[in-house]
């Protein structure tokens, strides 16, 4: 795929969505990290329902240890893995207080030292709390990449190398936010729903599916 057909896939991507976001409902980059640390192997929908509680209960790193395991886990039972979940969350909380002020740190190597985030998780609060251009490549971005050939690779850290050098650079602080989204509803895992897609007659695609009559 050349660069003008990429100009003209976040164009379109850009123009029927100008302000993308995440799904996860946050108010702070500490609520953020915890919805994100939570989202692994989940649906946001599902974290979702699970911080509803949560967070008014206790949104701080401080509030969150003083829950204790026991506490924490009755606001997080509902979401998959929660007890590995909850003990790496008291962890960070632990570590964000003792190291960082109570604070998230907005670098790559200090959140990726921390117990449950890993390289994903980093760009994903890197991007939407600290609006760093970084791209965090989930499942969707990885299907949606190598699916319409926007960059294709075949591991995740290739995909994330490859977006970050080929996507315009007007494009690149949003990009993270188009791809999810675009995979999650309209490019889909079994059935890609392409007569539906804005951006079908650029995909590369081969196998684009009909449109039912």
Same mark, same amino acid.
């Given at each position: 795929? *050349?660069?003008?057909?990429?100009?003209?896939?976040?164009?379109?991507?850009?123009?029927?969505?100008?302000?993308?976001?995440?799904?996860?409902?946050?108010?702070?980059?500490?609520?953020?990290?915890?919805?994100?640390?939570?989202?692994?192997?989940?649906?946001?929908?599902?974290?979702?329902?699970?911080?509803?509680?949560?967070?008014?209960?206790?949104?701080?790193?401080?509030?969150?240890?003083?829950?204790?395991?026991?506490?924490?886990?009755?606001?997080?039972?509902?979401?998959?893995?929660?007890?590995?979940?909850?003990?790496?969350?008291?962890?960070?909380?632990?570590?964000?207080?003792?190291?960082? *002020?109570?604070?998230?740190?907005?670098?790559?190597?200090?959140?990726?030292?921390?117990?449950?985030?890993?390289?994903?998780?980093?760009?994903?609060?890197?991007?939407?709390?600290?609006?760093?251009?970084?791209?965090?490549?989930?499942?969707?971005?990885?299907?949606?990449?190598?699916?319409?050939?926007?960059?294709?690779?075949?591991?995740?850290?290739?995909?994330?190398?490859?977006?970050?050098?080929?996507?315009?650079?007007?494009?690149?602080?949003?990009?993270?936010?188009?791809?999810?989204?675009?995979?999650?509803?309209?490019?889909?895992?079994?059935?890609?729903?392409?007569?539906?897609?804005?951006?079908?007659?650029?995909?590369?695609?081969?196998?684009?599916?009909?449109?039912?009559?």
């Amino acid at each position: 795929m *050349n660069r003008d057909k990429r100009e003209q896939i976040f164009s379109i991507l850009q123009a029927a969505n100008p302000h993308p976001t995440t799904e996860l409902e946050y108010s702070t980059p500490f609520e953020l990290l915890v919805a994100v640390l939570l989202s692994a192997q989940a649906t946001d929908v599902g974290v979702n329902k699970a911080t509803r509680k949560l967070f008014p209960v206790a949104n701080t790193p401080a509030a969150i240890l003083a829950l204790g395991p026991a506490g924490l886990e009755q606001h997080i039972k509902t979401i998959g893995l929660f007890r590995s979940k909850g003990k790496h969350l008291l962890e960070t909380c632990a570590i964000l207080l003792e190291k960082h *002020n109570g604070e998230v740190p907005q670098d790559r190597e200090s959140l990726e030292s921390l117990p449950g985030v890993g390289r994903k998780t980093a760009n994903v609060v890197l991007n939407t709390a600290f609006g760093q251009p970084t791209i965090a490549v989930d499942t969707h971005i990885f299907r949606v990449s190598n699916r319409t050939g926007i960059a294709p690779g075949k591991t995740v850290l290739e995909v994330e190398k490859r977006l970050e050098r080929l996507i315009p650079a007007q494009f690149k602080q949003d990009a993270h936010h188009w791809l999810i989204l675009h995979g999650r509803y309209v490019c889909k895992a079994r059935t890609p729903d392409c007569p539906n897609c804005g951006i079908a007659h650029l995909c590369e695609f081969r196998r684009k599916t009909p449109e039912r009559v």
